[in-house]
């Protein structure tokens, strides 16, 4: 009997979507006592590897488009966790920066990634090369668009 190619179980994009959601929710109750959304949590993931950083630059590292990032940013500043303001080497790009409260933030938030591996209930070794093998179909998306 011929393989249907169309059955929904077969389709990657499935996977993905319904997988996404599922670690989303994960990391839900874990976020919620820091006053993170999903969302807000990767964008201070980003900042704090590098802080200040221009909006532009952050929005490509997390593959946001800019109007996307811009509100996130707000709800991030308006809670008193970065900056925004006008990079002074270039007046066009606006850079945000981690404040005292958003640097502190992290060391709250370092409990999440061991909290998520137990949840999962998928050992380190599993969960990086899964991390991995994803790296590399973002990889092979992007370079067939």
């Known amino acids: 009997m011929p393989t249907d190619l169309l059955a929904l ?3 990657v994009c499935f996977a993905l979507a319904v997988a996404a959601r599922e670690v ?32 532009g630059d952050l929005a490509r590292r997390l593959s946001l488009e800019p109007a996307t990032l811009s509100p996130l940013l707000k709800r991030l500043e308006t809670r008193g966790l970065v900056t925004r303001a006008r990079d002074p080497r270039d007046e066009r790009a606006l850079a945000v920066t981690l404040t005292a409260q958003g640097t502190a933030l992290r060391a709250e938030a370092e409990r999440i990634p061991p909290a998520v591996v137990e949840r999962l209930g998928m050992g380190l070794d599993e969960l990086e090369h899964l991390r991995d093998s994803l790296t590399s179909l973002i990889a092979a998306a992007r370079s067939g668009a």
Do not use: F, I, N
């Open 9 to 11: 179980d077969r389709q």
């Open 24 to 55: 989303t929710a994960a990391y839900k109750p874990l976020l919620e006592p820091l006053g993170l959304t999903h969302p807000q949590y990767l964008v201070m993931l980003a900042l704090w590897e590098a802080s200040p950083v221009r909006a």
